[in-house]
Each structure stands twice: as C-alpha cells, then as structure tokens.
C-alpha cells in the first residue's frame, strides 16, 4: 500500500491510558501508517477557554509522549503528533527527535508557528497540514510560510464533527492540486464511514487521516465521525484493493486480454435473425 493511512487517536482515549495503550496495538494491528495524537496542554488555551476542563482531562503529559513513542516502535507503527505551539514543536522536534509532525486546521493562520516549523527544515523533513477553515489564499500563505519543508502534504479538511455528507466536498481536492501542483495532497476524514476516504484515494489522495475510536456512538465529537478497529483494518484493506485497481492508466491491451481477443475479435457472419 502506497497511500498513507493516519488513525487519529487525538483525544478519544478520555485522559484513560490504559485505553490508549489498546487503541495504539490496535492501530498497529490494522496495518495503518501513524498511530496519531495530540500535544498540547490546558493552559495553553487559557483557563477561561470553554473547553479548558475537558483538555485538561485528555492532556498527555510528557512521559506519556514517551510511553506511546516507545509502544509505536516495538509495535511498528509510526509515531505521529499535532504541534498547537511552538513550545510543543520543541518538545516534539528537540526531546523525542521527531522529524514528521502534523500541524492542525486551526493553526494554518498561525504564522509564527508555521515560521518556526520552517525554521526548523534541518530536523522537520515531513509536514501534514490539514486545511479545515481555509481560504485558498490562506492555504496558499501557509505553504509559503513552509516553503523550506522538503515533504509537505496538503489534507483537504471540513471541520465539522461529525461532516454531514454535503460538506465533505472532495472535489476540493482537485482544486488544491491544480493550485499546489508541485505538492502532495491528502484528506483528512471526519465523516461517517469508510466511503469518502475511498473516494480521496480515487481521486488522487496520497494520505488519508481519519480519527480511531471504540465504538463510534461513544460520548464526544470525534467519535460518530471515527473508524473503529474492525472499519480501520478494513480501509486499509479496500485501499490496498483500490490502489492495485487503479491501475497504470495507460491504455492498450493487457496480457489478461489475450484470450478474449482471439475469442471475440473474428468476422462475424452476416446471417438473418431468427
């Protein structure tokens, strides 16, 4: 499989490790690319944000940015994280080394961050940035302001949770690659089921991101949207059948045609119906 498959752990663990640490074999066990999460703490939202609670009961502490980075490893997933700071892209980048980072709908105005991650293009060699929210002219800024990025993927993103089917608009896809021809385009999935994600791949996606849960009616907005173990292992599965269906495009007879050519391809009498 060519495409890349990120399974969005995020905050769907509740704050409850133990959780965690079974989402992440999970995700392993589907044959998914990057067991995803999140860093960022509470009080970088500020103690008067709405949701400054419910983060405060999801943040992973350092050692546990340490714990999973580990787990990924003896499990042979990749280990990835959305950066919200540009303190939380030196612990990334500085204390666990990474070199692949994820930068989230909501900081693709975020010029200084965005500056900060460019400057770092000697450690920073791979960059998701997902593009829920964005003008095309304010895409068009932040892939300027990441210019030095040796590997960066555009993910068309809607950022409603669940995305209602008539605002899943894949085609932008087609309009991000006819304006960023030069640079790989992905999507990022927040609606239900495995369908659009099947779709971006027929459609030219190169990375597919999509959030992983238990159970998709359990409590919270990234889980009606998300892809359970049994739904994770089966994307991966039909976009491995998918990408060997799309074929070469070249067009001409194939080797399997042969047998068919010299079955149907003979002169045909000229007889009355009956």
Avoid at 203 to 209: C, K, M, N, P, T
Wanted: glycine share 6%.
């Amino acid at each position: 499989m060519n495409t890349i498959v990120i399974a969005e752990i995020g905050e769907n663990h509740y704050g409850r490790w133990d959780v965690c640490r079974g989402m992440v074999e999970q995700v392993a066990a589907s044959g998914a690319t990057y067991a995803k999460f999140q860093t960022y703490t509470a009080n970088q939202f500020g103690t008067d944000h709405v949701w400054y609670e419910e983060f405060k009961s999801v943040e992973m502490s350092q050692d546990m940015h340490f714990e999973m980075q580990s787990l990924c490893e003896q499990l042979g997933v990749g280990f990835l994280s959305s950066t919200f700071t540009q303190r939380s892209t030196r612990f990334l980048v500085d204390r666990m080394g990474l070199d692949t980072i994820k930068l989230a709908s909501s900081r693709v105005t975020d010029l200084e961050l965005l500056d900060d991650v460019n400057r770092r293009a000697d450690q920073v060699k791979t960059v998701f940035l997902s593009t829920g929210m964005a003008t095309l002219a304010e895409v068009s800024t932040a892939v300027d302001h990441l210019s030095g990025i040796e590997d960066l993927t555009i993910l068309h993103c809607t950022s409603q949770y669940p995305t209602q089917d008539e605002n899943v608009n894949l085609r932008a896809m087609t309009t991000l690659q006819q304006a960023f021809g030069s640079l790989k385009i992905g999507y990022s999935d927040h609606s239900r089921g495995l369908q659009a994600c099947l779709a971006a791949v027929a459609l030219g996606a190169q990375v597919i991101e999509k959030h992983f849960t238990y159970h998709t009616s359990m409590p919270g907005d990234d889980h009606a949207g998300a892809a359970t173990p049994e739904m994770l292992a089966d994307l991966v599965r039909q976009i491995d059948r998918l990408e060997t269906m799309l074929g070469s495009g070249q067009v001409g007879r194939i080797a399997a045609e042969e047998l068919a050519a010299q079955a149907l391809r003979v002169e045909m009498l000229e007889v009355d119906f009956d």
